[in-house]
């Protein structure tokens, strides 16, 4: 997995995995190093789609910051 993913691309293969993970029964369909696996690449997924949220939502709070000062100066 690329660092330069997308959100979207990163959020659908998490799905994916949860859906596996899900849907298979260790012993069965799943053994116990796949479902670990998968477990680990979920949780480096859930890591990589906060950090994108995260770098979302400060670039929002800067945006609106410029928007707030920008108003400020036309007053």
Do not use: I, Q
């Not at 993913?5 to 012993?27: A, C, P, Q």
């Not at 949780?43 to 709070?61: I, P, W």
């Amino acid at each position: 997995m690329s660092e330069t993913e997308s959100f979207e691309e990163e959020y659908d293969r998490l799905e994916e995995v949860v859906e596996r993970l899900d849907s298979g029964r260790v012993g069965d369909d799943l053994t116990l190093d796949e479902a670990l696996e998968l477990y680990e690449e979920g949780v480096e997924l859930v890591r990589r789609c906060r950090g994108h949220l995260d770098d979302a939502e400060a670039t929002l709070e800067t945006l609106e910051e410029t928007t707030e000062t920008d108003a400020e100066a036309d007053v």
